[in-house]
């Protein structure tokens, strides 16, 4: 899932706005960009951490279209293997553009970033097995604001998943990574 054109490019105007005045607040309040928006509650089982962000945030604009001008983005998970059983993703938006995390199996014999991105910039969710893209709530939303966090608790069977963020252009762009669950 990811926010609708119109309101995906209003958040960014938004950013822009903000990166513009240095995050300085001008009457208006304007959050501290570095201040956590909020804190998950406590998840069952294993809990994974994902950073959402891009390269060099805060010290670059990206452009209005992340990931067609060379931007590169990322996705990191710690840890990157856990065993089977309920494992709860943890995912915090470091970056200064709204990201998701979508859970997919990953093939025996693919690695992750491998997958074919469509004309809208985007990866296949068949088969997800699910995600969290709720600005600090759990599960399904229209994407993770700067940051906040979102969670969601899954229970995963032993095998190779890959997490991504599937924001037009931001999977090309970087934002996969592997989890492993054990048996
Ligand atoms: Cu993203």
């Known amino acids: 899932m990811w926010l609708h ?5 209003a958040m ?10 240095g995050g300085v607040a001008t009457g208006a309040t304007i959050t501290p960009r570095r201040q956590p928006a909020c804190t998950a509650p406590p998840l069952q089982g294993r809990v994974v951490d994902v950073s959402l962000s891009e390269m060099g945030s805060g010290m670059m604009s990206p452009g209005p279209n992340p990931g067609s001008h060379g931007t ?14 309920k494992v709860s993703l943890r995912a915090y938006n470091a970056g200064v553009l709204a990201h998701e995390v979508v859970v997919l199996p990953l093939p025996a014999g693919q690695t992750p970033g491998r997958r074919v991105t469509g004309s809208d910039g985007r990866v296949s969710e068949t088969g997800s097995l699910g995600e969290a893209s709720r600005t600090c709530g759990a ?3 229209n994407g993770i604001a700067p940051g906040s966090t979102s969670w969601t608790t899954l ?6 998943y890959e997490l991504l963020c599937n ?3 931001h999977y090309a762009a970087g934002m996969y990574a592997e989890l492993d669950v054990t048996g």
């Open 139 to 141: 599960g399904a939303g």
């Open 167 to 169: 924001f037009p252009g």
């Open 72 to 85: 590169r983005m990322r996705l990191t998970v710690t840890p990157s293997s856990v065993p089977a059983g």
């Open 155 to 160: 229970t995963l069977r032993p095998g190779r």
């Open 12 to 21: 960014s105007a938004v950013m822009y706005a903000g990166l513009g005045l």
């Open 5 to 9: 054109k119109m309101s995906y490019t």
